[in-house]
């Protein structure tokens, strides 16, 4: 690799005559007080990346570029950060020592760089600093600009799921991006915090006590509400007998906890797909609660008439429940059993003994024959230019023609007209022009060659023929 500044090459360097002792020297008697030293050392950066070196090397590189992170240049701090994001899966345990640095970047007024270090903040993420780096990237997704925090919310319910120490941490950290970026979640980010919800049963009062109290009197993060919904209509006895164990429980009546279903189904604010939840929510406290079902009828019988189709047919069933399979709603409305884990890509390959992927039933194909066709043989030949090759031609005998009544007997089940065989058709002299098909003799001789005369016109002693 060639150190170049201004045109001229400083040095010429290759992995085969490249020595460590040189690397070395250059690496640490490099003035870094001009922007010519910042170019040198970062050309010697590379070059240690890319021929490999040992390991002392490398990490002196990965100090060079955190030392870089200091600069006050904002260029320089971006290809730092570039740098140690492209080295961090080969070297994590050098960049680790430079992760204070890293997530002080996180507070840099430059947007590219907040992005690569966020970045970096997440690839530097592990289940011993788990605690520490999420406090950190909960704090920038609460400060930062609204299009870091889709990205962001990702990242971290990804690192939570990988390496959350506790359920209740788990579930914590879920909640807490929620509540600040609720809005800018993925889609999926819902199902999967009831699927945790729900497989944590020991968790069951505190989450929805917890829940509970995110959303009173605030409705704007549609995600949580969604979330808080479904919790409260399948846990709402445990909020309201007050079992919760990991923190203070609340007081709270069955009408305080229906107030506060039907506020979010008059909200303005509310969602379509929230209202769904809200209404289900309401439905299944029918059999948790016991004093209030007359009024949980009344609010169900409401929204049967609702503009919102999908709500009205919601309320309809509720309705139809209530009037003639009341004695199934307590089966059909009991709680949730445990929700068995869903790749997110879909169905995973079968792993086969030789290491190879197996494909799936939808991506089987059929068995390719081991000979191939004579059309696409000859094609094959043709491509590559053999020109001197005979064709392969078939010499299997034609099929004798059978009239149309035969083909439909033979479909029938196999059966044998009992008429002859018809006749051959008689072949066409073959020619190699085009137009000579249109002066071949026909092909049908019982067609007679001439009409006979018409007499168009016969009177007075005027006759006209036509012949």
């Not at 030789?354 to 068995?367: D, F, R, S, V, Y």
């Not at 007997?409 to 044998?416: E, H, P, R, S």
Request: proline share 6%; charged share 20%.
């Amino acid at each position: 690799r060639g150190l170049w500044m201004g045109g001229w090459e400083i040095l010429d360097w290759k992995p085969e005559n490249c020595k460590p002792s040189s690397v070395f020297q250059v690496a640490t008697n490099t003035e870094t007080s001009k922007n010519v030293g910042n170019a040198i050392l970062y050309e010697t950066v590379l070059t240690i990346m890319d021929i490999k070196s040992e390991s002392g090397l490398r990490v002196l590189a990965i100090n060079i570029l955190g030392r870089f992170l200091l600069n006050n240049d904002k260029n320089i701090r971006y290809v730092a950060l570039t740098s140690l994001l492209k080295t961090v899966q080969t070297d994590h345990n050098a960049v680790q020592r430079h992760r204070s640095t890293i997530v002080d970047c996180l507070k840099d007024l430059d947007v590219s760089i907040k992005r690569r270090a966020m970045e970096l903040s997440f690839a530097l993420v592990n289940g011993n600093n788990i605690r520490g780096m999420m406090k950190e990237l909960l704090y920038f997704l609460d400060s930062c600009e609204p299009e870091f925090k889709a990205d962001c919310a990702s990242g971290i319910f990804l690192a939570a799921e990988k390496y959350a120490p506790s359920k209740r941490w788990h579930i914590d950290t879920i909640m807490r991006v929620l509540t600040t970026a609720g809005s800018y979640v993925r889609d999926d980010a819902v199902p999967n915090l009831i699927q945790l919800i729900t497989n944590s049963m020991e968790m069951h009062a505190y989450t929805v006590q917890k829940l509970y109290k995110a959303i009173l009197g605030d409705y704007s993060q549609q995600p949580l509400v969604q979330v808080a919904s479904w919790c409260i209509g399948e846990y709402g006895d445990l909020l309201v007998s007050g079992q919760c164990e990991e923190e203070e429980p609340i007081q709270v009546t069955e009408d305080e906890v229906l107030d506060v279903l039907e506020s979010i189904l008059v909200s303005n604010l509310t969602a379509s797909v929230t209202r769904g939840y809200a209404l289900t929510a309401i439905m299944k406290l029918s059999t948790r609660f016991t004093c209030t079902v007359n009024r949980i009828k009344k609010v169900v019988s409401v929204y049967g008439s609702s503009i919102d189709v999908e709500l009205q047919q919601r309320a309809v069933e509720y309705n139809a429940l209530f009037k003639k399979y009341d004695h199934m709603r307590s089966a059909l409305l009991e709680r949730m059993p445990v929700l068995e884990k869903l790749a997110a890509n879909g169905p995973t390959d079968v792993t086969q003994p030789n290491g190879e992927a197996e494909p799936t039933i939808l991506e089987t194909k059929p068995p390719v024959s081991s000979l191939p066709p004579a059309s696409q043989a000859n094609d094959l030949l043709d491509l590559l230019g053999s020109n001197d090759i005979n064709p392969v031609i078939s010499t299997a005998p034609s099929s004798k023609a059978a009239s149309a009544g035969g083909e439909l007997l033979d479909l029938l089940g196999d059966l044998n007209p009992t008429t002859g065989p018809a006749a051959p058709a008689p072949q066409m002299p073959q020619s190699p022009f085009l137009l000579d098909g249109l002066s071949s003799p026909p092909i049908f001789n019982d067609i007679p060659s001439g009409i006979p005369p018409i007499t168009a016109y016969n009177k007075n002693g005027l006759k006209i023929d036509f012949a």
